[in-house]
């Protein structure tokens, strides 16, 4: 497996508290993980000094650069802590998706957070599912409040319309501004006597811009009206504009169609295989439409020497035919539990000599520490030589912190991984119970079927004589490893 090393310090830098550990230490300490489960470092990146509440880091960036146009060649993300990923909730979610879309996994070494598995890929995604299903349950009771707000004739969001104050806090009704409504009353009158909405402009430019002046003359709050999610309620606050001028100006003004579109608005297509689908030649397949919305497929990113594609609906739904004829739970649960044993096993074995070792390097450091301190207190250290010793202990200090921080998060690892070596198979037992139960109550929900996809395919790949090879997480005695032949480059 390749991993994408993360490493970050806050502006305050490395502490001595233990709270925060320094750029060097964090990507040694992820270096020790991968190499006891024979992973390989494909890249590191870190931000120093900066904090988890900027998101406009330099090395994050270009981490989420990778992840949004699909050219990652890591497979997991791995980091000290989370919390030198993100402390933001919102931040960490919207990572979090990108890494489930791009079926990549997420590794924090010290919390036992491992997303790198098949499984773990499935409960990222079971994750997330849920965590939409929580953010669509806050909109529609945000939303229900609104409508709430509205049917009273109060105003429900934040922004009121030009010309119009919000009241105290808690006071919904609108209140005019006497000197921008007479600007409002002026541009009403003015459109009405047929004057153009770009000699208009003129007049008020730097008070509002000409797109401005046509929302205006749409808006009914103008007229008494409060209009929230397609309905109107007659509102408390004062009107502007007569309802006759109001008329008047409405049919002036020009017919539109879809809300205001002038072309329809492409479809969104979940695209639940990305990240996922190789070409033949080796590049990724990464989504795509037609901008009229009415075709999605995958299309190789080599778009100069490599012009392949396949419908997304026709591979999409083979992937999912296959994965219904695949009886897997118990082989599944068998061959990752027995994976991740062997792996926390021959971790142990590695790590736990590497604890003595780490102490009897620190006694090293020690012995020599005395030394300089020794010098100094005999006398030995003189003005002359003194600025060399100081700077001798002062890396023989930071040497000495950094061994025992490593010291102190393996023997935590360590002893995670014996409390838990043999809880795993109940574990993922349950996990994949909420994975089925959830598929069984959405089957057409893009998320659970996204879900069913990471927790039984690792990649896709294209071959030559336009056929598609499925590698499965697992083995399995009764599944087959080829879809039905489907034509790449079919509309």
């Keep these: 497996m390749k991993y994408l090393i993360y490493a970050r310090v806050s502006p305050k830098g490395s502490s001595w508290d233990g709270n925060e550990t320094s750029v060097k230490m964090q990507i040694q300490m992820c270096r020790d993980y991968i190499k006891a489960r024979g992973g390989t470092v494909l890249r590191e990146l870190s931000d120093e000094f900066f904090s988890a509440k900027d998101k406009n880091r330099p090395g994050l960036q270009e981490l989420l650069a990778e992840l949004k146009s699909g050219t990652a060649e890591w497979d997991t993300l791995i980091v000290y802590r989370l919390d030198r990923l993100t ?51 806050t909109a529609e009771r945000v939303k229900h409040k609104m409508v709430s707000i509205a049917e009273k004739g109060e105003f429900p969001v934040s922004v009121p319309p030009f010309a119009y104050m919000r009241g105290e806090k808690h006071d919904n009704v609108l209140k005019v501004d006497p000197r921008k409504a007479e600007i409002v009353k002026d541009i009403f009158n003015m459109y009405a006597s047929n004057i153009q909405t770009m000699d208009i402009a003129k007049k008020y430019h730097g008070t509002i811009s000409k797109q401005g002046i046509l929302n205006m003359l749409r808006n009914k709050a103008y007229a008494g009206k409060i209009v929230y999610a397609g309905k109107e309620y007659q509102g408390k606050h004062d009107r502007i504009i007569q309802e006759e001028l109001f008329d008047k100006v409405q049919a002036k003004l020009p017919q539109t169609t879809n809300g205001g579109r002038s072309r329809p608005k492409s479809q969104k297509y979940p695209y639940i295989l990305s990240g996922l689908v190789h070409c033949h030649c080796g590049r990724y397949m990464t989504p795509a439409s037609m901008k009229s919305g009415s075709f999605h497929y995958y299309r190789c990113t080599d778009i100069v020497n490599c012009k392949t594609y396949v419908s997304a609906p026709a591979i999409e739904n083979a992937v999912l035919g296959k994965i219904n004829q695949l009886d897997t739970q118990p082989e599944m649960i068998m061959e990752i539990t027995d994976e991740i044993k062997r792996q926390k096993t021959e971790f142990l074995k590695e790590n736990k000599p590497n604890i003595a070792n780490l102490n009897n390097a620190i006694i090293n450091v020690n012995l020599e520490i005395n030394k300089i301190e020794n010098a100094f207190l005999s006398g030995l250290v003189n003005s002359q030589n003194k600025d060399f010793w100081n700077e001798k202990l002062s890396k023989l200090l930071e040497e000495k912190k950094e061994l025992s921080l490593r010291k102190e ?24 119970k909420t994975f089925n139960d959830a598929l069984k109550n959405n089957p057409n929900d893009p998320d659970t079927r996204r879900t069913a996809i990471l927790a039984n395919i690792k990649e896709i790949t294209r071959t030559g004589d336009e056929r598609f090879y499925l590698k499965l997480n697992y083995s399995t005695p009764n599944g087959k490893d080829w879809l039905p032949r489907l034509d790449s480059n079919q509309d």
């Design 409 to 432: 998060n393996l023997q935590k690892v360590v002893s995670n991984l014996e409390t838990e070596l043999f809880n795993d198979a109940d574990f993922l037992t349950q996990q994949l």
């Design 87 to 137: 402390r933001s909730l919102r931040d960490g979610g919207e990572i979090f998706e990108m890494l489930r879309e791009n079926a990549k996994g997420f590794v924090s070494i010290t919390e036992n957070i491992d997303f790198s598995s098949p499984v773990g890929r499935a409960m990222m995604s079971i994750i997330n599912v849920f965590a939409q299903f929580e953010r669509e349950q």
